[in-house]
């Protein structure tokens, strides 16, 4: 089973096993997710081309092994929650997405806003103070806040900015007011813990979706304010993990100014996605070489590894402006 989905990332797992229901029960799972995940799960379903019948098996042989793994005790609670998230995404990234699950039963109205296009958004929330704007832009994702943020006016878009990089908690009564104030909106009318919200890794990856004339001069307007600031989002904006979304062209130009050594180091430190895309984007013979050194190196220094990304984030940096690749947005550094 593991060698028939090797390669095979979790979002073609899911778009395989949505395949392989009727078109009702996919129906009732798609409902549950939001419009990011829909998104993403229907490219990947219209994407599928020619699966074998070995790799169908070997993922819904996975999915109904993992299901029977699962009790029913605890489900629902916080804590398993919590658990099996910061498993599976890591503990920052875990925290984060927990607050978004715990807050969103009782946030319909700023939930609400991730189906309506940019512009309308913009004009939802353009009359509220700048924090107000913020906070919602923080709680969207990245690429629908970027998209959101160009139907503002250069000034107030720094300071929106300025405000996301310099948001660290929410308390959970202020994000409740602010959903009333929307579901008033849309319909016509007028001491606990903290929820994690907003601030530099947030903004970075606002600014990695936002066109790239708006991003640099936003960029240098930012760093004007506060040059610690900027230089902190920017070096959040480009990591690693946004090599998986570069195409397959971009990655073989990319693997022709990078030394072998270099890329050692750095796929030490990727999953195993990210490995199989560098793979499947060199000759048989090369991608052969490349899996032996890797398992031959052993362990290295984080501290290595690191500088083995930001040598090669440099590189796709400078193709990028160049126009010979195209950089993903998103993504989270990798260790």
């Given at each position: 089973?593991?060698?028939?989905?090797?390669?095979?990332?979790?979002?073609?797992?899911?778009?395989?096993?949505?395949?392989?229901?009727?078109?009702?029960?996919?129906?009732?799972?798609?409902?549950?997710?939001?419009?990011?995940?829909?998104?993403?799960?229907?490219?990947?379903?219209?994407?599928?081309?020619?699966?074998?019948?070995?790799?169908?098996?070997?993922?819904?042989?996975?999915?109904?092994?993992?299901?029977?793994?699962?009790?029913?005790?605890?489900?629902?609670?916080?804590?398993?929650?919590?658990?099996?998230?910061?498993?599976?995404?890591?503990?920052?990234?875990?925290?984060?997405?927990?607050?978004?699950?715990?807050?969103?039963?009782?946030?319909?109205?700023?939930?609400?806003?991730?189906?309506?296009?940019?512009?309308?958004?913009?004009?939802?929330?353009?009359?509220?103070?700048?924090?107000?704007?913020?906070?919602?832009?923080?709680?969207?994702?990245?690429?629908?806040?970027?998209?959101?943020?160009?139907?503002?006016?250069?000034?107030?878009?720094?300071?929106?900015?300025?405000?996301?990089?310099?948001?660290?908690?929410?308390?959970?009564?202020?994000?409740?007011?602010?959903?009333?104030?929307?579901?008033?909106?849309?319909?016509?009318?007028?001491?606990?813990?903290?929820?994690?919200?907003?601030?530099?890794?947030?903004?970075?990856?606002?600014?990695?979706?936002?066109?790239?004339?708006?991003?640099?001069?936003?960029?240098?307007?930012?760093?004007?304010?506060?040059?610690?600031?900027?230089?902190?989002?920017?070096?959040?904006?480009?990591?690693?993990?946004?090599?998986?979304?570069?195409?397959?062209?971009?990655?073989?130009?990319?693997?022709?100014?990078?030394?072998?050594?270099?890329?050692?180091?750095?796929?030490?430190?990727?999953?195993?996605?990210?490995?199989?895309?560098?793979?499947?984007?060199?000759?048989?013979?090369?991608?052969?070489?490349?899996r032996d050194d890797l398992e031959a190196k052993g362990p290295v220094r984080i501290v290595e590894v690191?500088?083995?990304?930001?040598?090669?984030?440099?590189?796709?940096?400078?193709?990028?402006?160049?126009?010979?690749?195209?950089?993903?947005?998103?993504?989270?550094?990798?260790?």
């Amino acid at each position: 089973m593991e060698t028939s989905v090797r390669g095979v990332s979790s979002l073609e797992r899911a778009a395989i096993l949505l395949m392989s229901m009727g078109e009702k029960d996919a129906a009732e799972i798609l409902k549950q997710m939001g419009p990011k995940e829909v998104q993403k799960v229907g490219a990947a379903m219209s994407a599928l081309k020619s699966v074998s019948q070995d790799t169908v098996s070997s993922v819904l042989n996975l999915f109904l092994s993992e299901c029977g793994a699962q009790s029913g005790l605890g489900v629902g609670s916080e804590g398993y929650i919590r658990n099996m998230l910061t498993e599976a995404l890591g503990e920052e990234r875990a925290r984060g997405f927990l607050d978004r699950i715990l807050l969103g039963g009782s946030s319909s109205g700023i939930n609400s806003l991730k189906w309506m296009d940019p512009r309308s958004v913009a004009d939802v929330i353009r009359q509220e103070h700048p924090q107000i704007q913020a906070v919602v832009l923080s709680y969207l994702e990245p690429d629908q806040s970027a998209s959101i943020l160009a139907n503002f006016p250069e000034k107030v878009r720094l300071e929106i900015m300025m405000r996301i990089a310099s948001l660290e908690s929410v308390q959970p009564e202020a994000l409740k007011e602010l959903n009333v104030i929307l579901e008033k909106q849309f319909s016509g009318k007028g001491s606990n813990p903290s929820t994690t919200i907003g601030g530099r890794k947030t903004a970075a990856e606002i600014m990695n979706n936002l066109d790239g004339a708006v991003e640099q001069e936003l960029m240098q307007s930012i760093k004007d304010a506060d040059e610690d600031m900027g230089n902190q989002i920017q070096d959040l904006m480009f990591v690693f993990d946004n090599l998986r979304e570069v195409e397959d062209r971009g990655i073989q130009a990319l693997l022709r100014e990078v030394s072998s050594e270099v890329l050692i180091l750095a796929l030490k430190g990727a999953d195993d996605y990210l490995k199989e895309k560098f793979f499947a984007n060199m000759s048989k013979r090369a991608a052969e070489l490349l899996r032996d050194d890797l398992e031959a190196k052993g362990p290295v220094r984080i501290v290595e590894v690191e500088a083995a990304q930001k040598e090669i984030l440099v590189v796709a940096r400078r193709m990028a402006d160049a126009g010979e690749i195209q950089l993903g947005g998103g993504g989270e550094a990798m260790i």
